[in-house]
């Protein structure tokens, strides 16, 4: 009970101080709102976001903005074919003024890393952010060192079809709380872009900071608070399990998968002024959580089946609870 009081405290300050970053990152990304929102969920619910669409629709900049709307370190690192994994993660060197080994940190080590073009790195360099996407944390030559909090990394990637790119391993997927798409600004939205933005190059150069680290941290904590009634946990359960039977799914939900949905879930009631989750933020939720965790059977996949679609064909056939246990 005090735990749910404490929610109730902090969701309409939680909410107040979300939607003011939401606006002062729309500052710069016109008409993306859904997409603005849902990468500061993802962050308040201590995960990682991919952004998958084609070059030029915002993607880099709703990374920048998003850092320097918190006034956090960030960094960005640039996948290429030649990037090495110790550019990723650090790499110990020895100091010849010192006469001893020294760790130089690599671009992991701040509070939000832009991971811009992933899939244009090899399988072996994209596998240099699995220990940090998981434990907050890299080992360097038997010496883990500790990432500062909050942490997330928001990666961008072409379509695969595109040329030289490789397609992320499963188990970088699954690390990924959410995946998402940018998608191309409606009329209105992109005349007011050009109206704007037309004469500037660096448009995130004119945002100010409207929140810190401690701000996101303490949003983290209230998050945390957020109430999920049995029923609800239930429904979850029931999602994984279906997603495991279905006849066209050879890979279904992993428990880290529903452990996922519940974490974005409070995330997102909190960042509505809510101390307790729906079942419509579940179902809002699954597709950008669950969907790129999903693999189809080779029969499905011939038939040109979409994953997105087997799972709402699913989110169909689940009850969905009707009342709320506080």
Same mark, same amino acid.
């Given at each position: 009970?005090?735990?749910?009081?404490?929610?109730?405290?902090?969701?309409?300050?939680?909410?107040?101080?979300?939607?003011?970053?939401?606006?002062?990152?729309?500052?710069?990304?016109?008409?993306?709102?859904?997409?603005?929102?849902?990468?500061?969920?993802?962050?308040?619910?201590?995960?990682?976001?991919?952004?998958?669409?084609?070059?030029?629709?915002?993607?880099?900049?709703?990374?920048?903005?998003?850092?320097?709307?918190?006034?956090?370190?960030?960094?960005?690192?640039?996948?290429?074919?030649?990037?090495?994994?110790?550019?990723?993660?650090?790499? @110990?060197?020895?100091?010849?003024?010192?006469?001893?080994?020294?760790?130089?940190?690599?671009?992991?080590?701040?509070?939000?890393?832009?991971?811009?073009?992933?899939?244009?790195?090899?399988?072996?360099?994209?596998?240099?952010?699995?220990?940090?996407?998981?434990?907050?944390?890299?080992?360097?030559?038997?010496?883990?060192?500790?990432?500062?909090?909050?942490?997330?990394?928001?990666?961008?990637?072409?379509?695969?079809?595109?040329?030289?790119?490789?397609?992320?391993?499963?188990?970088?997927?699954?690390?990924?709380?959410?995946?998402? @798409?940018?998608?191309?600004?409606?009329?209105?939205?992109?005349?007011?872009?050009?109206?704007?933005?037309?004469?500037?190059?660096?448009?995130?150069?004119?945002?100010?900071?409207?929140?810190?680290?401690?701000?996101?941290?303490?949003?983290?904590?209230?998050?945390?608070?957020?109430?999920?009634?049995?029923?609800?946990?239930?429904?979850?359960?029931?999602?994984?399990?279906?997603?495991?039977?279905?006849?066209?799914?050879?890979?279904?939900?992993?428990?880290?998968?529903?452990?996922?949905?519940?974490?974005?879930?409070?995330?997102?009631?909190?960042?509505?002024?809510?101390?307790?989750?729906?079942?419509?933020?579940?179902?809002?939720?699954?597709?950008?959580?669950?969907?790129?965790?999903?693999?189809?059977?080779?029969?499905?996949?011939?038939?040109?089946?979409?994953?997105?679609?087997?799972?709402?064909?699913?989110?169909?056939?689940?009850?969905?609870?009707?009342?709320?246990?506080?």
């Amino acid at each position: 009970m005090a735990r749910q009081r404490s929610a109730m405290r902090g969701t309409a300050g939680f909410a107040s101080g979300f939607d003011q970053i939401v606006a002062n990152v729309e500052r710069v990304i016109q008409g993306k709102e859904e997409a603005v929102r849902l990468a500061l969920v993802c962050m308040v619910a201590e995960g990682h976001l991919l952004i998958e669409d084609v070059p030029g629709v915002g993607k880099t900049t709703l990374a920048k903005a998003l850092a320097t709307s918190i006034r956090c370190d960030w960094s960005r690192i640039q996948f290429t074919p030649d990037l090495l994994p110790s550019d990723v993660t650090g790499v @110990t060197v020895f100091s010849r003024s010192k006469n001893s080994f020294e760790f130089r940190p690599g671009g992991i080590f701040a509070n939000i890393v832009l991971g811009d073009e992933i899939n244009r790195a090899s399988p072996k360099t994209q596998s240099a952010l699995l220990e940090a996407m998981e434990e907050r944390q890299v080992t360097v030559d038997a010496t883990t060192y500790r990432l500062p909090q909050p942490f997330m990394v928001l990666a961008t990637q072409n379509p695969v079809e595109h040329e030289g790119t490789y397609p992320l391993p499963d188990s970088q997927l699954d690390r990924f709380l959410m995946r998402t @798409t940018m998608g191309y600004p409606d009329r209105g939205s992109e005349i007011e872009m050009l109206d704007r933005h037309g004469d500037e190059l660096d448009t995130v150069a004119e945002l100010s900071a409207v929140a810190d680290p401690s701000d996101i941290e303490a949003m983290i904590a209230t998050a945390r608070l957020v109430h999920v009634a049995p029923s609800l946990k239930g429904y979850i359960v029931d999602l994984a399990e279906a997603t495991r039977s279905h006849p066209r799914i050879a890979l279904g939900m992993s428990p880290r998968s529903a452990l996922a949905l519940q974490r974005a879930s409070r995330s997102l009631a909190a960042s509505l002024g809510r101390e307790y989750v729906v079942p419509d933020d579940l179902k809002t939720l699954a597709i950008p959580v669950l969907e790129h965790r999903l693999m189809l059977t080779p029969e499905a996949q011939l038939d040109g089946s979409d994953a997105g679609e087997v799972l709402e064909d699913i989110l169909e056939t689940i009850p969905v609870p009707t009342t709320r246990a506080r």
